[in-house]
């Protein structure tokens, strides 16, 4: 932990003993008290980073949602772990920054505006481009903070005094001087490659905006005519429309097959133009025929392979999908259409020589689904082989860790094998490429700032270049373009490089890998010392939330219903780092009876401390042996083992969010605040606040005071707005439980010996309750209860405890005694605990013949049933027919059957004296 405690918020006096009302309502209206706490934190300021001298700093740059979107359970999950995360750094004594921002989102965001525009008749062509920009501006200004509104009901505590957009002037401004750097040092360059094109959109498409799915078709086989000789040569296609671009048939140079024609011509089917038959190592002889067509306009691999033989290309296919001019009689028609065309046209002339089944992957725009087109485009490109070398360096020298370590593989190997990054797309909304070109002189010019004449001929005749910059090219600057750079600033000496980046599995390559290169590159620090990577939240099926299967769960709809805390609580328990998590309602309402409680158990306690009223010292003392005071500790076993058991759990809770186990986390705080907590020590505190003497209720209502106040601290940043609420009407110090000290309780509260005490207490209360439940005894009918103690300790220990075993079992009489100094009972159950055997005597507790009776019954019905379960496996139609999980559900069955019936027996021996 870091020196300093937490502060008051905004620093002016720290309300030191300050309650509210003690009398909370009797249930937990989350709606109200989330907007109540929400504007109280905006109002106090308690979410704003003051970067100074003597400080320890903790920042997260939130990776950026679309200015367009609205928060889905995606965004819940991945802005709760940073949450948990930043709350309680900020508890530990950091000076803590959580900078929020959104992001342009270049196509989402057109789309959403254009859409607007047709229904009003209109194109972004009628408006033309100026005037499409500043009414997309407008809609970014009216519906841009939706998502930020959304991010506040979730709880999120970031700076909003620091809210960037990734058109904002400043990132703007870092944007062009990266770009202008790039290009100067020979890193950015244009060029004609083959893109993928996005016929809807519009748009070039980076590698990692593709989103490739398995798709049956088919493998056409398609005759070519040999020029100046009888015979064809027979290729294998996927795509026939692409035959109306051929300029090349290819061969690998080692396949015999085709030796005799390598170096002659073939006659493009349908289009009569004669190309050359050549060779190529990038040939797969196994697939189709081994002879390849080379389409170098419309395919990646054959425009490398025309490069290397001197192939021309030829567009068939342009930007809208339809073939062009190029395509002869198919001009005009969709790209599909003329599939359809040409393989007719094919078979009628005698050229089809057959069709396969064929699987392949698709790619498909990440954005609207439409299936992607490979097309030759002149655009701009960053080489990325001298960015990605530090990039992996730094991860494999272990300055940035990736949480959990698997990734670090996954990382590398795209790396190692990515290709130069298309960065130019074909937009109108987004950072514009900073390129101006001459009309006169045809100079290019590339600068930081807006040129007014041409630097070569003077001429004032310039255009901008049309494009705008890929999105992820501005995204990949927020760590450090958020903080002010270029310039040199205090939150960039401050808060840069950021702690950890918390981020699904799904945009590494998108967005992580190119943060950490461009960081290198710009600032020669890394953007973050480690990336916390988390899984997906998929449906109760583990199927991906989506529109398209109408399986995707509001986030906002379960914070109406349930509360954020509900949500957030939910979200967390059971989730582990980089692995998928299943969204389920009775998780939901788990959460939801949790969060009530807690509420149920502080009604308790603020009702037992409405005489309570503790020093000054007291309040502001962190946990330790003080609480003691002169009082005898054997007489305080529930408190020195609740003591015990909070400091554990304050290790282990930190322990846990160090190592990013938030789950876990989470899970020992549940288990600790229901079943020892609430269940236990709640229950053993009754006896002294109701019936013990004035030191005894004193030294009670201290100890539940500072444990259940710093059980509030511990689960602060998991369910904020609960525990604000609560712990507000509980003796404090502070204004704000946001900015109250991480607990941190003395080690020397830690006492095995009552741990060990109570762990044998409770063993033998849950066994005479489990006896109890086993023959129906009602919960207010006191019954005889021996427990024979297998050591001296034990009884000795028991000894201590039994009147609160007698209270909580309602066990009277309750015989304690050493094992072997009493006969054990007859017609009795018992249950075996470690150091003790818990005995409930029958007679006078029950009505024996009709518990005989019970058990004869229970017994020939569970022997029916076991009859009727074995006649099923036995039956050979059945085992041919049942999928092999039910018939071991069966072979389980027979076991749970088998089990129950033994019990039923010794039961019935039992009660027949034996």
Same mark, same amino acid.
């Given at each position: 932990?870091v020196?300093?405690?937490?502060?008051?918020g %905004?620093?002016?006096?720290?309300n030191t003993?300050?309650?509210?009302?003690?009398?909370?309502?009797?249930?937990?209206?989350?709606?109200?008290?989330e907007?109540k706490w929400?504007?109280?934190?905006l109002?106090?300021d308690a979410f704003?980073?003051r970067?100074?001298?003597?400080?320890?700093p903790?920042?997260?740059?939130?990776?950026?949602?679309?200015?367009?979107?609205?928060l889905?359970?995606?965004?819940?999950?991945?802005n709760?772990?940073?949450?948990?995360l930043?709350?309680w750094?900020?508890?530990?004594?950091y000076?803590? +920054?959580?900078l929020?921002?959104t992001?342009?989102?270049?196509?989402?965001?057109q789309?959403?505006?254009?859409?607007?525009?047709?229904k009003?008749?209109l194109?972004r062509?009628?408006?033309?481009?100026e005037?499409f920009?500043?009414?997309? =501006?407008v809609?970014?200004e009216k519906?841009?903070?939706?998502?930020?509104?959304?991010?506040?009901?979730?709880?999120?505590?970031?700076?909003w005094?620091?809210l960037?957009f990734?058109?904002?002037e400043?990132?703007?401004?870092?944007?062009r001087?990266?770009f202008?750097r790039?290009?100067?040092?020979?890193l950015?360059y244009?060029?004609?490659?083959?893109t993928?094109w996005?016929?809807v959109?519009?748009?070039? +498409?980076?590698?990692?905006?593709?989103?490739h799915?398995?798709?049956s078709?088919?493998l056409?086989?398609?005759?070519?005519r040999?020029?100046d000789?009888?015979?064809?040569?027979?290729?294998?296609?996927?795509?026939p429309?692409?035959?109306?671009?051929?300029?090349?048939?290819?061969?690998?140079?080692s396949?015999e097959?085709?030796?005799?024609?390598?170096?002659?011509?073939?006659? &493009?089917?349908m289009?009569?133009?004669?190309?050359?038959?050549?060779?190529d190592?990038?040939?797969?002889?196994?697939f189709?025929?081994?002879?390849?067509k080379?389409?170098?306009?419309?395919d990646?691999?054959?425009?490398?392979?025309?490069?290397r033989?001197?192939?021309p290309p030829r567009k068939?296919?342009?930007?809208?999908?339809?073939?062009?001019?190029?395509?002869?009689s198919?001009?005009g028609?969709?790209?599909?259409?003329?599939?359809?065309?040409l393989?007719?046209?094919?078979?009628?002339?005698?050229?089809?020589? /057959?069709?396969?089944?064929?699987?392949h992957a698709?790619?498909?725009?990440?954005r609207?689904?439409t299936i992607?087109?490979?097309?030759?485009?002149?655009? *701009?490109?960053?080489?990325?082989?001298?960015l990605?070398?530090?990039?992996? /360096?730094?991860?494999?020298?272990?300055?940035?860790?990736?949480v959990?370590?698997?990734?670090?593989k996954?990382y590398?190997? =795209?790396?190692?094998?990515?290709?130069?990054?298309?960065i130019s797309?074909?937009?109108?909304?987004g950072?514009?490429i900073p390129v101006?070109?001459?009309?006169d002189?045809?100079?290019?010019? &590339?600068?930081?700032?807006?040129?007014?004449?041409?630097?070569?001929?003077g001429?004032?005749s310039?255009e901008?270049?049309?494009?705008?910059?890929?999105?992820?090219f501005?995204?990949?600057? =927020?760590?450090?373009?958020?903080?002010? =750079?270029?310039?040199?600033?205090?939150?960039?000496d401050?808060?840069?490089?950021?702690?950890? +980046?918390?981020?699904?599995y799904?945009i590494?390559f998108?967005w992580v890998?190119?943060?950490?290169?461009?960081?290198l590159?710009?600032?020669?620090?890394?953007?973050?010392?480690?990336v916390?990577?988390?899984?997906?939240?998929r449906?109760?099926?583990?199927r991906?939330?989506?529109?398209?299967?109408?399986?995707?769960?509001?986030?906002?709809?379960?914070i109406?219903?349930?509360g954020?805390d509900?949500?957030r609580?939910?979200?967390?328990?059971?989730n582990?780092?980089?692995?998928?998590?299943r969204?389920?309602?009775?998780?939901?309402?788990?959460?939801?009876?949790?969060?009530?409680?807690?509420?149920?158990?502080?009604?308790?306690?603020?009702? %037992?401390?409405?005489?309570?009223?503790?020093?000054s010292?007291?309040?502001?003392?962190e946990?330790g042996?003080?609480i003691f005071?002169?009082?005898?500790?054997?007489?305080?076993?529930?408190?020195?083992?609740?003591?015990s058991?909070?400091?554990a759990?304050?290790r282990?809770?930190?322990?846990y969010?160090?190592?990013y186990?938030?789950?876990?986390?989470?899970?020992?705080?549940y288990?600790?605040?229901?079943d020892?907590?609430c269940?236990w020590?709640?229950?053993?505190?009754?006896?002294?606040?109701?019936h013990?003497?004035?030191?005894?209720?004193?030294k009670?209502?201290?100890?539940?005071?500072?444990?259940?106040?710093?059980?509030?601290?511990?689960?602060h940043p998991f369910?904020?707005?609960?525990?604000?609420?609560?712990w507000?009407?509980?003796?404090?110090?502070?204004?704000?439980?946001?900015?109250?000290? *991480?607990?941190?309780?003395?080690?020397e509260?830690l006492?095995?010996?009552?741990?060990?005490?109570?762990?044998?207490f409770m063993?033998?209360?849950?066994a005479?309750?489990?006896?109890?439940?086993e023959?129906?005894?009602?919960?207010t009918?006191?019954?005889?209860v021996?427990v024979?103690?297998?050591?001296?300790r034990?009884?000795?220990?028991?000894d201590?405890?039994?009147?609160?075993?007698s209270r909580?079992?309602r066990?009277?009489?309750?015989?304690?005694k050493?094992?072997?100094? +009493?006969?054990?009972?007859r017609?009795?159950?018992?249950?075996v605990?470690?150091?003790?055997?818990?005995?409930?005597?029958?007679?006078?507790?029950?009505?024996?013949a009709?518990?005989?009776?019970?058990?004869?019954?229970?017994?020939?019905?569970e022997e029916?049933?076991?009859?009727?379960v074995i006649?099923?496996?036995q039956?050979?139609?059945?085992?041919k027919?049942?999928?092999?999980e039910v018939?071991?559900k069966?072979k389980a /069955?027979?076991?749970?059957?088998?089990q129950?019936?033994?019990?039923?027996?010794q039961?019935?021996?039992?009660?027949?004296?034996?």
């Amino acid at each position: 932990m870091v020196s300093g405690k937490g502060d008051s918020g %905004n620093g002016k006096g720290d309300n030191t003993g300050k309650r509210g009302s003690v009398d909370i309502g009797t249930r937990y209206d989350p709606g109200s008290v989330e907007q109540k706490w929400y504007q109280v934190w905006l109002e106090l300021d308690a979410f704003r980073a003051r970067p100074g001298k003597g400080k320890t700093p903790f920042s997260i740059v939130i990776p950026p949602p679309n200015v367009t979107g609205s928060l889905h359970m995606g965004h819940a999950l991945d802005n709760t772990i940073q949450d948990i995360l930043v709350r309680w750094r900020r508890m530990e004594g950091y000076e803590t +920054l959580w900078l929020p921002g959104t992001d342009h989102a270049g196509i989402a965001t057109q789309h959403v505006v254009e859409a607007e525009l047709r229904k009003e008749g209109l194109s972004r062509y009628d408006l033309g481009r100026e005037k499409f920009v500043e009414r997309v =501006w407008v809609w970014k200004e009216k519906y841009g903070n939706t998502i930020v509104n959304q991010l506040q009901r979730l709880g999120a505590s970031c700076d909003w005094s620091r809210l960037r957009f990734t058109m904002d002037e400043g990132c703007s401004r870092a944007v062009r001087e990266v770009f202008y750097r790039l290009f100067k040092k020979g890193l950015i360059y244009r060029g004609e490659y083959i893109t993928n094109w996005c016929p809807v959109c519009h748009t070039a +498409l980076s590698d990692i905006e593709v989103e490739h799915e398995d798709e049956s078709s088919h493998l056409w086989y398609v005759k070519y005519r040999l020029v100046d000789a009888d015979g064809y040569i027979t290729v294998a296609t996927t795509r026939p429309e692409t035959i109306l671009g051929d300029t090349g048939i290819t061969v690998h140079p080692s396949d015999e097959r085709y030796r005799n024609v390598v170096g002659r011509h073939a006659i &493009v089917p349908m289009v009569g133009t004669v190309i050359p038959i050549v060779v190529d190592e990038a040939v797969d002889p196994d697939f189709g025929t081994g002879a390849v067509k080379v389409t170098p306009a419309h395919d990646p691999v054959d425009f490398e392979i025309a490069k290397r033989n001197g192939l021309p290309p030829r567009k068939v296919i342009g930007a809208d999908g339809k073939m062009t001019p190029a395509a002869g009689s198919y001009a005009g028609m969709d790209r599909y259409e003329c599939r359809k065309a040409l393989v007719r046209d094919l078979e009628q002339a005698g050229l089809l020589v /057959r069709v396969e089944d064929h699987s392949h992957a698709v790619g498909h725009c990440y954005r609207c689904n439409t299936i992607v087109e490979p097309l030759l485009s002149k655009q *701009w490109f960053v080489k990325m082989k001298p960015l990605t070398e530090p990039a992996m /360096r730094v991860v494999e020298e272990g300055r940035i860790r990736f949480v959990p370590e698997r990734f670090t593989k996954i990382y590398l190997n =795209w790396l190692s094998n990515i290709k130069d990054w298309c960065i130019s797309r074909q937009l109108w909304w987004g950072h514009r490429i900073p390129v101006w070109y001459c009309s006169d002189c045809g100079e290019m010019i &590339v600068s930081k700032d807006d040129p007014d004449t041409c630097p070569k001929c003077g001429s004032r005749s310039l255009e901008q270049d049309p494009d705008v910059l890929d999105t992820w090219f501005s995204s990949a600057l =927020w760590p450090f373009s958020t903080m002010g =750079w270029p310039k040199r600033t205090r939150d960039l000496d401050f808060f840069y490089p950021t702690s950890v +980046l918390v981020t699904a599995y799904d945009i590494i390559f998108f967005w992580v890998a190119r943060m950490i290169f461009m960081a290198l590159e710009f600032t020669g620090q890394e953007p973050f010392r480690e990336v916390f990577i988390h899984g997906l939240v998929r449906d109760s099926e583990g199927r991906k939330m989506s529109k398209s299967l109408g399986n995707g769960i509001d986030p906002l709809e379960v914070i109406e219903k349930y509360g954020a805390d509900t949500l957030r609580f939910t979200l967390v328990t059971g989730n582990t780092p980089g692995s998928d998590m299943r969204f389920y309602w009775e998780r939901v309402e788990a959460s939801r009876n949790f969060a009530n409680k807690i509420w149920n158990a502080s009604r308790f306690t603020l009702m %037992n401390l409405k005489d309570f009223k503790p020093s000054s010292e007291e309040v502001k003392a962190e946990l330790g042996p003080w609480i003691f005071r002169d009082e005898t500790r054997g007489k305080d076993q529930a408190e020195r083992w609740i003591l015990s058991r909070f400091t554990a759990v304050a290790r282990e809770v930190t322990g846990y969010l160090e190592q990013y186990e938030l789950g876990e986390s989470a899970r020992t705080l549940y288990n600790f605040i229901w079943d020892e907590l609430c269940d236990w020590y709640i229950e053993l505190a009754k006896e002294r606040l109701y019936h013990g003497d004035a030191a005894e209720r004193r030294k009670t209502q201290t100890v539940l005071w500072k444990v259940f106040e710093g059980t509030l601290r511990l689960l602060h940043p998991f369910m904020p707005y609960l525990t604000e609420e609560i712990w507000q009407s509980l003796p404090h110090s502070g204004k704000t439980i946001v900015r109250a000290p *991480w607990p941190a309780p003395s080690p020397e509260l830690l006492d095995p010996e009552a741990e060990a005490k109570m762990r044998l207490f409770m063993d033998v209360v849950r066994a005479i309750r489990n006896l109890r439940a086993e023959v129906n005894i009602p919960p207010t009918q006191e019954t005889r209860v021996v427990v024979l103690a297998l050591s001296d300790r034990a009884q000795r220990w028991l000894d201590e405890v039994s009147s609160d075993v007698s209270r909580l079992a309602r066990a009277l009489p309750l015989e304690i005694k050493r094992s072997g100094a +009493l006969a054990k009972p007859r017609q009795a159950l018992v249950s075996v605990v470690a150091d003790a055997e818990v005995y409930l005597p029958l007679e006078g507790a029950v009505d024996l013949a009709r518990e005989i009776e019970r058990a004869e019954r229970g017994i020939a019905e569970e022997e029916r049933e076991l009859r009727r379960v074995i006649g099923r496996l036995q039956d050979e139609g059945f085992l041919k027919k049942a999928p092999q999980e039910v018939v071991e559900k069966q072979k389980a /069955r027979v076991l749970e059957i088998e089990q129950k019936l033994e019990r039923l027996k010794q039961r019935l021996r039992i009660l027949g004296g034996e």
